[in-house]
């Protein structure tokens, strides 16, 4: 869960807006992109839901539970909402994100005080949805059945987004692609998300130059099959992931570049040859590959096999030999076997990881699987859960303990908990800590590790003259 932070300049306006993100990088990068849409209206980010004029709930249904965490947190917004109406105030209530788009019905029926409930294709047309909620009185609203608005439509929101104004960071998010047309079949992200969609190159070179000029070093490519991505050049000729971060790579002031989220089908030549030789792009590749087990990937309507995959590692580690892998993996996905499940630990020990994220297969209402016979039982689920984390927990260690002693670039973040501490992150996207002169914020530095962690690292500055800011 994520909170869109109040930026030092928000106090001069006069309208608060608090948004809490749930789940994945999409929704934190869709959660800014609403505050830049409610700006113009007054609307500026504060950091707590008290006293906050709008509270945005932007939803994930990937896994199971996140529905029923947001009802329980609209109960606790609802006593907010009334203690302000109230007191003769006003709080509007939106849900967006994608149990909006999957269960907008439920919760107006559930919920009915929620005055606004939009998917993730429609938040473009939120000062619209904001301005049809607050013509009707707070009570009102309180009884009536709020705005809705969970269509695909047929122009991108993209065409109708402000710039990257209120996106300031060293290290930004930029969507490049969005939705799916690959429906593994325990995912919900086709129906939630919609098809496949690119956005043309020149608008993504415009919004990198914004988020540039704003200060960002490092953009990380996002996109639910990122590696997908098929835009259009100026010429109107298709360039795949590769050649996006090519085209981005040339704009002056961008030192790094990062994409996720891939899948192992989509892992192209041009995009290869990008690890290979172009230095902004880090060596760092998140590659999902869900299970080690043939009979599971087919069941899973992965598209790809367990020999696909190491294909594709092997592609990668040939092209950048440091190259960094994490993964996400399922264990318990329906039929699954202790043979199955023993093929999957055999595949993470034959790859290695650096980092990695594992989950309890969980049955989403609508996905085939859930409708598949042979659920696998929650007590195995988590046995099973707990043994592959165990491996990855080692493998991590064993990655960050192999940085011990090396020198690396690392892109400072922010200040860290200590004073006089920074954090930044390594090539291969490790957070490292460091005692550093304020003046390194948001710059890159040659590092030295000197102590590993499960999940981070301790380096010191490397005295070096005039170091030039090398990709790596
Ligand atoms: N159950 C468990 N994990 C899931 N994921 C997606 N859908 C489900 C589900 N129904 C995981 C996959 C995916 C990541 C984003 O979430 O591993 O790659
Ligand atoms: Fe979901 Fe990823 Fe499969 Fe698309 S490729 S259906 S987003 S798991």
Do not use: W
């Not at 989403?364 to 707990?386: S, W």
């Amino acid at each position: 869960m994520v909170h869109v932070h109040p930026r030092p300049s928000d106090c001069r306006l006069a309208k608060k807006l608090f948004i809490r993100t749930y789940g994945c990088q999409m929704n934190v990068y869709d959660s800014a992109r609403m505050a830049d849409v409610l700006a113009p209206l007054g609307y500026a980010p504060t950091a707590t839901p008290q006293g906050a004029d709008m509270v945005i709930l932007n939803t994930c249904h990937i896994r199971e539970k996140a529905s029923e965490k947001v009802y329980s947190e609209l109960g606790r917004l609802r006593r907010l909402k009334d203690e302000r109406t109230a007191t003769g105030g006003d709080m509007v209530l939106a849900v967006a994100g994608c149990v909006a788009q999957a269960e907008g019905e439920e919760i107006r029926r559930r919920a009915p005080y929620v005055d606004i409930v939009f998917g993730p294709q429609a938040y473009h047309r939120l000062p619209e949805m904001v301005a049809r909620a607050t013509r009707a009185s707070a009570a009102a609203r309180h009884a009536g059945p709020g705005v809705l608005d969970t269509s695909f439509p047929v122009e991108s929101k993209f065409d109708y987004l402000p710039g990257a104004s209120g996106r300031q960071g060293v290290s930004a998010f930029l969507s490049v692609q969005e939705g799916c047309d690959k429906f593994c079949t325990f995912c919900v992200v086709p129906y939630t998300r919609g098809a496949e969609f690119s956005r043309p190159v020149p608008q993504i070179a415009t919004e990198a130059r914004d988020l540039i000029a704003l200060g960002a070093r490092e953009i990380t490519l996002l996109g639910q099959n990122v590696n997908a991505y098929h835009g259009a050049d100026e010429q109107g000729r298709e360039v795949g992931l590769g050649g996006l971060i090519r085209h981005l790579a040339a704009l002056p002031g961008l030192q790094r570049i990062r994409y996720t989220t891939s899948h192992p089908r989509d892992m192209d030549d041009g995009l290869v040859a990008a690890h290979r030789e172009v230095a902004e792009l880090m060596p760092y590749v998140h590659l999902p590959v869900q299970s080690g087990s043939d009979r599971i990937l087919a069941a899973m309507n992965r598209k790809h096999d367990v020999d696909d995959y190491r294909h594709a590692v092997d592609r990668l580690r040939r092209a950048r030999p440091d190259l960094a892998l994490s993964s996400d993996f399922i264990v318990g996905f329906p039929g699954e076997t202790a043979a199955d499940f023993a093929a999957t630990l055999d595949l993470i020990r034959a790859v290695g990881y650096a980092q990695a994220y594992s989950f309890k297969y969980s049955p989403r209402p609508g996905t085939p699987a859930a409708a598949l016979p042979n659920q696998v039982p929650e007590a195995t689920k988590g046995e099973r859960l707990a043994a592959l984390q165990a491996l990855l927990a080692e493998q991590q260690q064993g990655y960050n303990d192999a940085a011990l002693g090396r020198s690396f670039a690392v892109l400072f973040e922010r200040p860290g908990r200590h004073a006089g501490q920074l954090v930044g992150r390594s090539p291969y996207n490790q957070a490292v800590h460091v005692t550093a002169p304020q003046d390194l914020l948001c710059k890159l530095a040659l590092v030295r590790i000197t102590h590993s962690k499960s999940h981070s690292l301790e380096g010191a500055l490397v005295k070096q003259p005039a170091f030039a800011g090398a990709a790596t």
